[in-house]
């Protein structure tokens, strides 16, 4: 069976510093990968989006960066980090099967910039 | 461009009642619309889809969705809610270009009370 892994589960980060988020697949292969954020615990924003290795797309401008180096892992960067960073991460994949595909989550990172 | 709204921000219901969570989208094309639970500081959980031809789709834990689309809805519902219940309901669509992304409504807080 599939599985999605998102790491850390909290992270605390002072203004100015840098971020490495990382999600892994396991048990699919050519998998859709999202990048999405929650500010206060309601509404999705897609970030990022891959449907390949080295393939990103971005649907806000900001100050994240998106890599998918291989095929099941999917990095979330930032050179340095703004206070307004600040929010759960959540990371999704679904099979490259159409639009009438459900999308799977990881648990999600808590980022707090301070 | 595909959407859905939630008209509720909050929903309370007694326990054993039966739930209804609205949902209604706006697609040019085919629908391809979802629901996901999302608990305290966690990622989303898949609970169903809406299946073409299927106004009543059944999916996990009790819930169902009935689709209408003279009124462009997709509401959830559950004959007879539970405390466990309580939660983060979003509707979503599937955008029917590129990598078919998944878009939420801002989400519906449901209260069960015991």
């Known amino acids: 069976s599939q599985t999605i892994h998102q790491w850390p589960a909290t992270l605390v980060q002072p203004v100015g510093s840098p971020l490495s988020l990382e999600c892994t697949v396991e048990?699919?292969?050519?998998?859709?990968l999202y990048w999405y954020r929650q500010a206060a615990g309601r509404g999705l924003q897609l970030l990022f989006y891959?449907?390949?290795?080295?393939?990103i797309s971005s649907e806000v401008p900001q100050n994240l960066s998106a890599s998918r180096p291989q095929d099941r892992q999917f990095i979330l960067s930032s050179k340095k980090l703004l206070l307004s960073d600040s929010g759960f991460y959540l990371c999704?994949?679904?099979?490259?099967?159409?639009?009438?595909?459900?999308?799977?989550f990881g648990q999600g990172t808590r980022l707090t910039v301070v | 461009a595909q959407s859905v709204a939630q008209p509720e921000d909050q929903v309370n219901v007694a326990e054993g009642n039966p739930l209804t969570v609205k949902c209604t989208y706006s697609?040019?094309?085919?629908?391809?619309l979802f629901w996901y639970v999302q608990y305290p500081n966690r990622g989303l959980q898949f609970l169903l889809k809406?299946?073409?031809?299927?106004?009543l789709v059944k999916g996990s834990y009790g819930f169902e969705a009935e689709f209408n689309k003279s009124q462009t809805s997709f509401h959830l519902k559950k004959p007879s809610a539970l405390v466990s219940d309580s939660a983060l309901y979003f509707c979503?669509?599937?955008?029917?270009?590129?990598?078919?992304?998944?878009?939420f409504g801002t989400g519906t807080r449901l209260t069960v009370i015991p």
């Open positions: 999704a994949w679904s099979a490259n099967r159409g639009p009438n595909t459900e999308a799977f």
């Open positions: 697609v040019s094309g085919n629908p391809y």
């Open positions: 809406y299946i073409t031809g299927d106004n």
């Open positions: 979503a669509v599937r955008d029917q270009t590129g990598a078919n992304n998944l878009f």
């Open positions: 891959s449907v390949g290795i080295g393939q």
């Open positions: 048990g699919t292969s050519n998998p859709n």
